[in-house]
């Protein structure tokens, strides 16, 4: 693959740890339910920690100088430094065991599982997993994300058109997200990728049409979905994004249970497939 192989021995990145702590104060878990135009005096100390809302922990803070020109920290510290312009979230599993509560504190543990360089439609790309152990006094979510590095495109987006899924959900819900919501969301997971509050750099540089939606976002909202509507807390949860989707055009969350089993997806603004999620409940 070129300048990604390169002789370098990415692989010597794998093993690698980092460690976070934090306090899951109310007032910031406050600002994400303002932020989903929910009560922001709804959770106290001792509450549950919502689903997903562990992203706004734990988070790292680096200084500006620490930046990229994409808005992302700089690699070669934790994260291997590869020669590749673009970075997406591109899916993740999430294992929730006991709770994570408003007023905990909390440690974050990651390690970087996987540098797994490939060949994909529009050249080479490296896959890189990183797993996340996120504990508090009374229980703990085990995550791996799948982080997609690319290169930069040289001709603007163009999405296929595609038929939606045919299967019929039992839920459904619509969201347009807005670039106040977008520019909330990167603030509280203090995620400084312009592709999401910078219209001119979204469009210019990485040549989308428009700011994107965060795919954590996305499956945030999938995750609430299936809480609100099941009544009950999730044991498990995996997630996949299939497409971008952009400011300002409708998304469709949908949802079906089967017992303890939830489907879950996100539909754009065509009715295409966004993303595709899976849901396991807590027998109680």
Same mark, same amino acid.
């Given at each position: 693959?070129g +300048?990604?192989?390169g002789g370098?021995d990415w692989?010597?990145? &794998?093993? #690698?740890?980092?460690?976070v702590? +934090?306090?899951a104060?109310?007032?910031v878990?406050g600002?994400m ?6 009560d =922001?005096?709804s959770? #106290?100390? /001792? $509450?549950?920690?919502? =689903?997903?809302?562990?992203w706004? !922990?734990?988070r790292e803070?680096?200084p ?11 690699r070669?510290?934790? %994260?291997?430094?590869l020669?590749?312009?673009?970075r ?6 999430? #294992?929730?065991?006991g ?5 905990d /504190?909390l440690r ?7 540098? *797994?360089p490939k060949?994909?439609?529009? /050249?080479?790309?490296v896959? &890189? *997993?990183?797993?996340?152990?996120i504990?508090g006094?009374a ?5 791996? @994300? ?6 930069r =495109?040289?001709?603007p987006?163009?999405?296929? $058109? &595609?038929?939606? =899924?045919?299967?019929e959900m039992t839920?459904s819900?619509?969201?347009?997200? $807005?670039?106040a %919501?977008?520019f #909330?969301?990167?603030?509280? *997971? ?7 509050y +910078?219209r001119?750099y979204a469009r210019r540089?990485e040549?989308y049409?428009?700011? &994107?939606v965060? /795919?954590?976002l ?5 995750a609430d ?5 099941t ?5 498990? %949860?995996? !997630?996949?994004?299939r497409?971008?989707?952009?400011? +300002?055009?409708p ?7 089967d ?6 997806r996100?539909r754009d603004? *065509?009715g295409?497939?966004?993303m ?5 409940? @807590?027998?109680n």
């Amino acid at each position: 693959m070129g +300048d990604i192989d390169g002789g370098r021995d990415w692989e010597g990145w &794998v093993g #690698r740890t980092q460690e976070v702590t +934090d306090r899951a104060s109310a007032s910031v878990a406050g600002a994400m339910l303002a932020t989903l135009d929910r009560d =922001p005096e709804s959770l #106290r100390d /001792g $509450d549950p920690l919502p =689903p997903l809302f562990h992203w706004l !922990y734990c988070r790292e803070l680096a200084p500006h100088s620490r930046l990229d020109g994409d808005g992302h920290q700089k690699r070669g510290e934790f %994260l291997p430094p590869l020669p590749l312009s673009r970075r997406m979230w591109a899916g993740g599993r999430l #294992r929730f065991e006991g709770e994570l509560r408003i007023g905990d /504190g909390l440690r974050r543990r990651s390690k970087i599982r996987a540098v *797994t360089p490939k060949s994909g439609r529009s /050249g080479p790309l490296v896959l &890189v *997993t990183v797993g996340h152990r996120i504990a508090g006094p009374a229980g703990e979510i085990r995550e791996d @994300q799948n982080l997609v590095f690319l290169e930069r =495109p040289t001709t603007p987006l163009a999405l296929p $058109d &595609v038929p939606g =899924p045919e299967e019929e959900m039992t839920w459904s819900e619509s969201v347009t997200p $807005d670039a106040a %919501l977008l520019f #909330r969301f990167s603030a509280l *997971t203090f995620n400084a990728h312009r592709i999401h509050y +910078d219209r001119d750099y979204a469009r210019r540089v990485e040549l989308y049409p428009d700011l &994107v939606v965060h /795919g954590p976002l996305t499956a945030l909202l999938l995750a609430d979905l299936a809480t609100r509507r099941t009544g009950r807390s999730l044991r498990a %949860l995996s !997630y996949r994004a299939r497409r971008p989707m952009f400011v +300002d055009r409708p998304i469709t969350l949908e949802g079906r249970q089967d017992g303890r089993s939830v489907e879950l997806r996100a539909r754009d603004a *065509t009715g295409a497939l966004s993303m595709a999620a899976e849901a396991t409940l @807590q027998l109680n």
